[in-house]
């Protein structure tokens, strides 16, 4: 029996050679405009298919939600625009997508060993595909911000350029690293502000302390004072129907009985996705109380679950927060999962992007009162958290902003696909940058159609939304 002949990965020199390959194949300048396929599908319907699957009573506020702007729409519109992305052209060079890579996805965590990261921070749509539909769903949702705050087109270009250029200029770095280099890199949050410090002034520089100290605070601690109260002794999560439901309030007797029953049996399951040690720290928390909770504007009428575990007394909470994941939306054009559980795959996905994730992600498969089987993801609801508010940024402050984004996109990329191809692909010249800006403008106007069309849907009854 002779020993199997290991293979010999390429050098980077022919890995630059895929890279200047593909732009044979998908010139850069062929990433701009948009163009709707001659059947596009219509979005409202694509919407309505999505919502068939979710909590009938929610659907109506996740309409509400995506009604308020085309910046709401544009975060609730993810399987629209990944439609869109998958009948075009693209370099079939392949990274794991974040899928949703819009401005609000990013944000300020916690990492296992108390560092203030600022990274992506939401997996729902992860799946592996061509890098670029990640940076065009990027650029296209900072033109659709920039309009959200009325800047002019001159504006939104710069900020949209820079973002791009960031990305750009990131994987050129990163091509040029070692592996293990590029794997260990994290954007430390105080590191990052000692480097943006040159191009803020003194009020600036105050905004963002204020910001990261605030993000610290964002934790159980303060979930827990924000989400629950004493009853009867114990404590419980209070009610604010109907975002925030707890168990009891929701269901007759017998049927909630039968659900925390299953909800139990979630958690017993998720804990063997855990690491060992993880696991017998989770083993030192007692389930207290569960309510479920709407959340976001893309995800609004998914089943998600607020678990408050107590740990040493009423004053030591974790809470985690158990999230529906269904198919990603990009499934129908880059292919289904190699995870046949859609919450190992939002799991698997996070872990190969992040810098570092949090130590209580997991997932299991749990079954509805309903009867059916539904897979979950699970995490905790806040370990220091801050999040980018774009609606009240002025351009220099969104600028910022995606550059941040662009360099933390790069980042998950070359951690998960050839960064040397990419980067050669990408070139130094500011060609792409300036294609996607195009790019950005046309799909922005897309989205805003997509967005009358809802309007008109609503006024005509055809679907139902609220507000809240």
């Not at 401005?103 to 921070?121: C, Q, T, Y």
């Not at 960031?166 to 091509?175: H, I, L, T």
């Not at 994290?186 to 803020?200: I, K, Y």
Request: glycine content about 8%; overall charge positive.
């Amino acid at each position: 029996m002779t020993a199997t002949e290991p293979s010999i990965p390429p050098t980077p020199q022919e890995r630059a050679a895929l890279g200047k390959a593909a732009r044979a194949r998908m010139p850069r300048s062929g990433h701009a405009g948009f163009d709707p396929a001659p059947h596009r599908p219509d979005p409202v319907e694509q919407l309505e298919r999505q919502s068939a699957q979710r909590v009938a009573e929610l659907v109506p506020l996740r309409y509400g939600r995506m009604l308020e702007s085309p910046f709401r729409f544009y975060r609730g519109a993810a399987a629209v625009m990944a439609s869109d992305l998958g009948a075009s052209p693209h370099t079939g060079i392949t990274v794991q997508l974040c899928g949703d890579a819009h401005p609000l996805n990013f944000g300020l965590f916690a990492s296992p060993e108390r560092h203030l990261l600022f990274d992506i921070n939401d997996f729902d749509e992860t799946l592996p595909g061509p890098w670029e539909w990640d940076v065009k769903r990027l650029a296209a949702g900072f033109e659709v911000a920039g309009r959200n705050n009325d800047f002019t087109a001159k504006e939104r270009g710069a900020v949209v350029r820079g973002t791009v250029r960031a990305y750009r200029e990131a994987m050129r770095r990163f091509a040029r690293m070692r592996n293990l280099e590029v794997w260990y890199t994290q954007a430390d949050a105080d590191q990052l502000r000692e480097l943006l410090s040159g191009r803020l002034d003194r009020e600036a520089r105050e905004k963002v302390d204020r910001t990261l100290a605030k993000a610290r605070t964002r934790n159980s601690l303060q979930a827990s004072a924000k989400l629950t109260r004493i009853v009867d002794g114990a404590r419980r999560i209070a009610s604010d129907p109907p975002l925030l439901v707890p168990l009891g309030d929701l269901l007759p007797r017998a049927e909630r009985a039968e659900l925390e029953r299953r909800l139990r049996t979630l958690i017993d399951g998720y804990r063997r996705s855990l690491q060992p040690d993880r696991r017998h720290l989770l083993d030192q928390f007692q389930l207290a109380d569960i309510a479920r909770k709407v959340v976001g504007v893309g995800s609004v009428g998914t089943r998600c679950w607020i678990l408050l575990m107590l740990g040493r007394d009423d004053e030591d909470p974790l809470l985690l927060q158990a999230k529906e994941a269904g198919e990603s939306v990009l499934a129908p054009y880059a292919g289904a999962s190699a995870y046949d559980n859609q919450g190992e795959r939002v799991v698997c996905g996070q872990r190969l992007m992040q810098a570092a994730s949090d130590i209580f992600l997991g997932w299991e498969r749990a079954l509805g009162i309903d009867g059916r089987r539904r897979d979950f993801y699970v995490r905790q609801l806040r370990d220091w958290k801050g999040a980018p508010q774009p609606e009240s940024m002025v351009p220099e402050g969104m600028k910022l902003l995606g550059d941040l984004c662009g360099a933390a996109l790069a980042r998950a990329h070359a951690r998960t696909g050839d960064r040397i191809a990419i980067a050669s692909y990408l070139g130094q010249s500011d060609a792409f940058d300036r294609a996607l800006a195009d790019f950005a403008e046309a799909y922005a106007d897309q989205n805003e159609r997509d967005h009358q069309a809802l309007a008109e849907a609503v006024r005509t009854g055809r679907v139902t939304a609220r507000s809240g």
